[in-house]
């Protein structure tokens, strides 16, 4: 019997799991399907694309998009001590203060801008030191990058030319302008949520935490969360839960994991083979994410990333922490918007020194080429579904924003159109992109996007609210998302 089961070992179970075993009366049980984070590919910032598609990814798709050419696009999703802090590009965006007091306005207390900021502070380890919007004393690192390439200082010079302000904290009283991004790195390797929050527990006597473990569904008496059925060392095994349980699986498994426990639209569980315990309409909907298409530059000559497969490369970053290992490809960007009507930046610019395609550094084409990414905010709204009552079979049916819901293909178009503008300052002699000479043109980019990872949104309890404000069910018991 445990005081509160944990499911998800990722960027936010990792912070419970450390928060709620400080109280040593507390007993805490962290389950997490991934193995161990402790691999070179994890440590190493610039190869975080090697684990794609491998054990520690949860490597989904979505289903095919017709008003994306039909395609299928790949979700990674980190499967592993700190999920998708341990497999991300590692910058550190808190998101603009529009959206926490749009949260609040529609009925969430304590979300506002002014509420989350003191939260914010006391999480942060700011390398510049402790200021008005950052904090100096938390456990999670947020650095300068080390060793950026000098084409990713040229962009942000190139896009302080177009008109962008220049701004070197995106966090901070503004978010828009072009600069180079702050980092989750500790002294040149990746600081991930389970380095802040999770590893400094590990010692404690009231939390346990078991890896290769997947939750397969809550149990229940009555509407009362009880606790959880896992698979583990191929045995399904239950545990019970006094206080809470806590679904801290991410955007895509949480609304699955609820699914698969009864909880959500009862059509679609029906559908599914599962029986309805509980219907919650919203669950499994209002999934929404970035979409981001590609402009490649062809540059004069080497970029910093070419060797950064060398083992050259390989010894300065373990020697001092220094070199383009140390990128997180994503080096440079900014937020601006494509319309004065804009409340917030609605457009962000990742730019990257080398050839990002296919979710991979492309490094046999590096010396020639960089790319700038643009995306838009999230606006589209999808769903996750189950496929089936098994939970240990059958991934997650990922229904990504097509272009052709909100926002559409014209108004997407609209956004791409601005961010070509902001680049200009790039786009001279052999840096030029190939031209999009017609509306059909551009449209057939357009329909190329691809998702920018950060998903969100679909273990709502209601339409309005992302959820309650203490992440609690309004109608369920000892259950917490």
Not at 151 to 166: D, I, K, M, T, W
Request: hydrophobic share 40%; glycine share 10%.
């Amino acid at each position: 019997m445990f005081d509160f089961v944990v499911v998800g070992a990722g960027s936010a179970g990792c912070v419970l799991a450390g928060r709620l075993s400080e109280d040593p009366d507390v007993r805490v049980l962290l389950l997490e399907a991934g193995p161990h984070d402790r691999r070179l590919e994890v440590r190493v910032p610039a190869a975080f694309s090697r684990l794609f598609h491998g054990r520690r990814d949860w490597d989904l798709a979505t289903e095919p998009e017709e008003p994306l050419a039909g395609r299928s696009l790949y979700v990674p999703r980190g499967r592993m001590l700190g999920g998708s802090s341990s497999l991300n590009a590692m910058i550190y965006i808190r998101g603009h203060r529009v959206d926490f007091d749009g949260w609040a306005a529609t009925g969430c207390p304590g979300w506002s801008y002014a509420e989350v900021l003191p939260l914010f502070k006391r999480s942060e380890h700011q390398e510049r030191g402790a200021s008005e919007y950052h904090g100096a004393e938390g456990p999670l690192w947020v650095s300068d990058p080390r060793s950026p390439s000098p084409l990713s200082r040229e962009f942000v010079a190139a896009a302080v030319a177009s008109g962008l302000p220049a701004n070197d904290d995106f966090n901070g009283e503004h978010q828009e302008g072009a600069g180079l991004y702050q980092l989750n790195q500790r002294h040149g390797r990746r600081w991930s949520s389970a380095d802040a929050f999770l590893h400094p527990a590990r010692s404690r006597p009231n939390l346990t935490v078991f890896t290769g473990t997947r939750a397969t569904r809550v149990l229940w008496d009555g509407r009362r969360a009880v606790g959880v059925e896992y698979e583990r060392r191929g045995r399904l095994e239950a545990v019970l839960v006094e206080r809470s349980v806590v679904l801290a699986a991410g955007a895509i498994h949480s609304p699955h994991l609820l699914m698969l426990s009864g909880v959500g639209p009862a059509a679609e569980l029906e559908r599914a083979g599962v029986a309805v315990h509980h219907e919650l309409p919203a669950v499994g909907r209002h999934l929404q994410d970035h979409p981001v298409v590609a402009v490649s530059f062809q540059t004069h000559g080497p970029t910093a990333l070419e060797s950064a497969d060398s083992f050259a490369s390989l010894a300065r970053w373990s020697w001092g922490r220094r070199g383009p290992l140390t990128s997180n490809v994503a080096e440079g960007g900014g937020f601006f918007r494509s319309s004065s009507a804009e409340p917030a930046p609605d457009l962000q610019f990742h730019f990257a020194p080398a050839l990002f395609e296919d979710h991979a550094l492309c490094p046999g084409e590096s010396e020639s080429t960089s790319s700038g990414r643009p995306s838009w905010r999230r606006r589209a709204r999808r769903g996750v579904a189950a496929r089936g009552a098994d939970a240990r079979c059958l991934r997650p049916c990922v229904d990504r924003p097509g272009l052709e819901r909100t926002p559409t293909v014209s108004s997407t178009g609209q956004r791409a159109r601005a961010a070509r503008r902001a680049l200009a300052g790039l786009a001279e002699g052999p840096r030029a992109p190939v031209r999009l000479r017609s509306r059909a043109a551009l449209r057939r980019w357009v329909r190329k996007a691809e998702p920018v990872y950060p998903p969100s949104g679909p273990a709502a309890w209601a339409d309005e609210c992302v959820s309650c404000q203490r992440c609690r069910s309004c109608d369920l018991e000892n259950l917490q998302v």
